[in-house]
């Protein structure tokens, strides 16, 4: 499908769902689809790449939308097992067969090439869920065959894939969403709105907890030579062709570097994200950055941090530390009081700006109840989603920054307007280097 019929297709769903609000007419149940959802015609097509455990989770929420439409899942493995036991069977086929069920009908199409289904022409958009290695290469595909794309987070495995992506996002007008769900959760949101309304005065620091790495092996730690395997090739792409261990496949690949960012990347996306909101700073960042205490997981299976501090400094003298030091979650602390918040828990230093109906002042946070659905609703109206791209990635920028001032032992100046290392070569050099394998690039 061409750009312009893409457009086109966008426009229709948007002014079909306008006219179905503004015309009250009688339509036949045939025509709106199954159960009064909008007809298979009329809906957002969806295209799934990366058949784990978090993908289909992810996937099933867009089942659950009456105006999405799963048509396709993609995955190099037709079926594998996450974790030691053998439970629920994943991958493309499984998923497929996930669809199937709940639209009551066969399975839908798979691939276990990405680039086959991106070029889809009945395809609208493309869910990113495979590990974070692949996240930049699989979204820019997306994205240059025309489609919208919802992505985990983090955005991507290196720093300068972030700006490559979503520069290429504002390019091309096209709507992202980050995996980033706590943003879409009313207990994120009201800390939000308490913090950028004053309610604890001046902002002085912010306190942002995540988890530690494990400190053993996870399953069989045995390496075996699986190069020669398409399947294997497939999952490993742009990364490092390392043994398999099974150890750190399917699950644990988040605890090497060669794969994920570690703990540290893996959750920075999530509460410190809630830290940039809360500070106003999602198109900004720090302009210091330090690394400390960062100490090794003792096992060779895994390469990321068991423990880690980064400590950051934000305009106005705002200190910020994100690490396993902190309590799991983000705390604002003011110059009149604080508030606390985590997945299902919010707490403050005034218990009445808790309770239900409180009018924390004129400042609104953008309001998401459902962040599928939020997503689904800006691609029909082309207003940004709750986290697109460049959020997401100035979110996880203290994060790299981190690993790149602990790699080198001192302090970083950053400017976040120019998203630069200030005064340093070699820490810059490192920063924005990417480790592409053949024949695998942006």
Partial sequence: MSKTNQTNRRCFLKTSALAAIATPTII??????????????????????????????????????????????????????RGQARGRALGRQPAAEMVGKKYDSKPCDTYADYRELCARNDLDVVIVATPDHWHAVQALEGLRNGKDIYCEKPVTHFFAEGQVLYREVAKRKAIFQTGSQQRSAT???????????????????????????????????????????????????????????????????????????????????????????????????PVLVEAKKFS???????????????????AGGIQTSIGTHNTMGTKFIGEEGWVYVNRGKIDASNRDWLKSGFNSGKFKAYKSGNHTRNFLECVKSRKPAICPAETSHRSITPGHLGYVSNALGRALKWDPKKEQVVGDREASALLNKMHHRKPWTL
């Fill in 296 to 314: 090794w997981i003792p096992v060779p299976v895994y390469k990321a941090p068991e423990h880690y501090e980064v400590h950051c400094e934000y």
């Fill in 28 to 81: 036949p149940s045939s025509v709106l689809g199954q159960a009064g959802k909008p007809a298979p015609s009329n809906r957002i097509t969806v295209g799934l790449i990366g058949c784990g455990g978090r993908g289909v989770g992810v996937m099933n929420s867009f089942l659950n939308e009456p105006s999405a439409q799963v048509i396709a899942t993609c995955d190099p493995y037709e079926t594998h097992h």
């Fill in 187 to 285: 207990v994120f949101r009201n800390a939000v709105e308490l913090v950028r309304n004053g309610l604890i005065g001046k902002v002085k620091e912010v306190q942002v907890g995540l988890p530690k790495g494990p400190n053993k092996i996870k399953g069989d730690p045995t390496e075996e030579d699986r190069s020669g395997r398409k399947d294997y090739q497939f999952w490993t792409g742009p990364a490092p062709m390392l043994p398999y261990v099974h150890a750190r496949h399917h699950q644990m690949w988040r605890v090497h570097l060669a794969y994920g960012g570690g703990q540290l990347m893996d959750w920075i996306g999530h509460h410190n994200d809630i830290a940039h909101w809360g500070l106003g700073e999602d198109q900004g960042g």
